[in-house]
């Protein structure tokens, strides 16, 4: 009777957990939909997720009158519809077009109340299709599908119905193996898949041939780049991660520190400036292997620089530099230029040599293998990276307009950007440490507009 009693409890305990299993997969989350969804679709190259509440927590919307009439509204909507705490997830598998725009973006929403949501759709002139468990969503470049828990929607000249409903078919199909590398707290994070880049760039971009192809895919396969976003203390601030192949990490050109006379730039009172250190064999072999006509095409407009790469043969880099470069600009105009020369060093010293005087770089000369106008002193502090950027806003005397796409710089203090051989970061500072970034620059747009308007 005891061993029947024990037989019974157990066999009530598996039933239980079976139960509370099979609840458990019938209400499947967004980023488990989001998951799935680019598991199955091989032509993904490019996903993420954006937290909204992040966004507008730094916009701080409140505080600015004119964005606050328009968004508030909108938020509130928006907000019954889908919980704006959690991430709105994004994949792009599909070109971009000649404005820069995706031709096609999958978005996946966590649904609060599917009611509301479809409701807003159809105010903005959308056509809502009732069903049993789901609404169609169709319209102009558009198509979705809406139910109790997510929300699948496509963004493209190419939207219907039919290709949601493959989303949403693909998004219902189990994982296997699939870890999310997005990690939590951030605002934006992005995730670049290296493989299906590439065969998007083979289809419609490069020129090479099919070994070739294939030996870069096959480098490229299980390559990831991400990327972490969060907003702090009036910065924007990116940790961008290398989860690269053992046979792609191998390849890899940077060099481990970059050497003193990068830094040599960053001490003085630049506007810009930006740092290189490479292993210049390891890039020629690189650029050889993979990417033969890569710079031919991106300097095919310059006839000048068409002639100069001629010259250098096939080991560009390591024929014009041993792999140190460094450039900076003051005041927009004058640059300070560092560069090692590499095999060639002779011939360009030669052919270089009698227009040094009509250089708008001044003061430039050669000293020794280094093509130079700054010599570096007492330099100590070395730079981590293989490559470097900066930007100082205080040193910069440029007059924008409002219409000038680097307007937003008048509110940057600074932009800095590193890159290594494991991944690197991007800092992005206001010029106010208690306001957030996007408020900072939203002020200043706000401001700039209400000007011009008194001034008409």
């Not at 807003?120 to 599908?145: D, M, Q």
């Amino acid at each position: 009777m005891y061993f029947s009693t024990r037989i019974f409890i157990c066999v009530l305990f598996v039933f239980i957990l079976s139960i509370a299993c099979s609840d458990k997969e019938k209400t499947k989350t967004t980023e488990d939909s989001f998951l799935s969804f680019i598991e199955h679709t091989p032509s993904t190259f490019l996903s993420g997720k954006i937290t909204l509440d992040n966004l507008l927590n730094d916009l701080e919307y409140q505080d600015i009158p004119k964005l606050n009439t328009l968004l508030k509204s909108e938020v509130s909507t928006l907000s019954k519809g889908f919980d704006i705490k959690q991430s709105i997830y994004f994949t792009i598998d599909s070109l971009f077009q000649a404005n820069g725009t995706p031709s096609g973006v999958y978005l996946f929403l966590p649904v609060k109340q599917k009611d509301s949501l479809c409701d807003k759709f159809s105010s903005l002139g959308y056509l809502v299709e009732p069903g049993t468990t789901s609404n169609f969503i169709t319209g102009n470049n558009l198509s979705g599908r809406i139910d109790a828990h997510t929300a699948i929607i496509h963004l493209s000249k190419f939207a219907s119905k039919e290709t949601i409903n493959k989303a949403y078919t693909h998004s219902l199909k189990p994982r296997k193996n699939l870890i999310s590398t997005n990690k939590n707290n951030t605002a934006i994070s992005i995730r670049l898949h290296m493989e299906n880049m590439q065969r998007m760039l083979d289809a419609h971009y490069l020129d090479r041939l099919g070994s070739q192809r294939e030996e870069l895919l096959s480098l490229y396969k299980n390559s990831y780049i991400t990327g972490d976003f969060t907003f702090k203390n009036g910065s924007l601030n990116g940790d961008i991660d290398f989860d690269f192949s053992v046979a792609l990490k191998k390849r890899l050109f940077f060099n481990d520190n970059a050497p003193a006379a990068l830094n040599s730039i960053s001490q003085s009172d630049f506007v810009s400036g930006m740092g290189l250190s490479i292993n210049p064999y390891k890039t020629d072999a690189f650029l050889t292997d993979f990417y033969p006509n890569l710079l031919s095409r991106l300097t095919e407009e310059n006839l000048m620089m068409q002639l100069a790469l001629m010259s250098l043969g096939n080991k560009p880099f390591s024929n014009i530099t041993k792999g140190e470069l460094a450039l900076a600009y003051h005041h927009q105009t004058i640059p300070t230029c560092f560069i090692q020369l590499g095999e060639k060093a002779d011939l360009i010293k030669k052919t270089i040599s009698p227009y040094l005087n009509q250089s708008p770089i001044p003061n430039i000369t050669f000293n020794g293998d280094l093509l130079t106008n700054t010599i570096p002193k007492n330099v100590t502090n070395t730079l981590q990276a293989g490559f470097y950027y900066t930007y100082q806003s205080k040193n910069d005397k440029t007059i924008r307009s409002i219409e000038n796409p680097l307007k937003f710089l008048d509110a940057i203090e600074s932009i800095t950007f590193l890159l290594h051989n494991q991944g690197g970061n991007i800092t992005i500072k206001g010029k106010k440490t208690n306001d957030g970034l996007l408020h900072q620059i939203s002020m200043m747009y706000v401001k700039n507009i209400e000007e011009l308007v008194s001034v008409l």
